[in-house]
Nanobody
Framework: EVQLVESGGGSVQAGGSLRLSCTAS????????LGWYRQAPGNECVLVSA???????YYSDFMKGRLAISRDNAKNAIDLQMYSLQPEDTAVYYC?????????????????????WGQGTQVTVTS
C-alpha cells in the first residue's frame, strides 16, 4: 500500500516561512516523481512545485522565487521550503506521487489526478 504522509503545516504571519515534509512508503521512491499541490476553499487544486526522479525541479509562477523543493532518496522524503508567505498562500497543501504534473485539477485526490496522495496539511498565513 502506498502511503504519503505530510507534516510541517501550521499558522504563520505574512512574510514568514514554513517547511513542509512528505514521507513516502510502498513505492519505488528513487524512480518516483513527486509534487506539492494546494487547494483553498472554492478553488481548484493547483500545482505548487514538483521534483522528478532525476532531480529536475518545477516551480509554479505564482510562488516562483519563494520556494525550494528537495528530495532525500535515503529517507524516502521530499521537502518544500516556503518563504515570504502571504495570506493568499493559505490552503491545504498535499503531497502527491504523480506524473505527468497537471497544473490544475478539480480536487487534490486520486479520483481527479490519479497517482497517490497524502491527506494534506493546513497552511494558514495571517496578515
Amino acid at each position: 500500500e502506498v502511503q504519503l504522509v505530510e507534516s510541517g503545516g501550521g499558522s504563520v504571519q505574512a512574510g514568514g516561512s514554513l517547511r513542509l515534509s512528505c514521507t513516502a512508503s510502498g513505492l519505488t521512491f528513487d524512480d518516483s516523481s513527486l509534487g506539492w499541490y494546494r487547494q483553498a476553499p472554492g478553488n481548484e487544486c493547483v500545482l505548487v512545485s514538483a521534483i522528478k526522479s532525476d532531480g529536475f525541479q518545477y516551480y509554479s509562477d505564482f510562488m516562483k522565487g519563494r520556494l525550494a523543493i528537495s528530495r532525500d532518496n535515503a529517507k524516502n522524503a521530499i521537502d518544500l521550503q516556503m518563504y515570504s508567505l502571504q495570506p493568499e498562500d493559505t490552503a491545504v497543501y498535499y503531497c502527491a506521487a504523480i506524473f505527468p504534473w497537471r497544473p490544475s485539477i478539480p480536487h487534490c485526490d486520486q479520483a481527479s489526478g490519479g497517482g497517490y496522495w497524502g491527506q494534506g496539511t493546513q497552511v494558514t498565513v495571517t496578515s
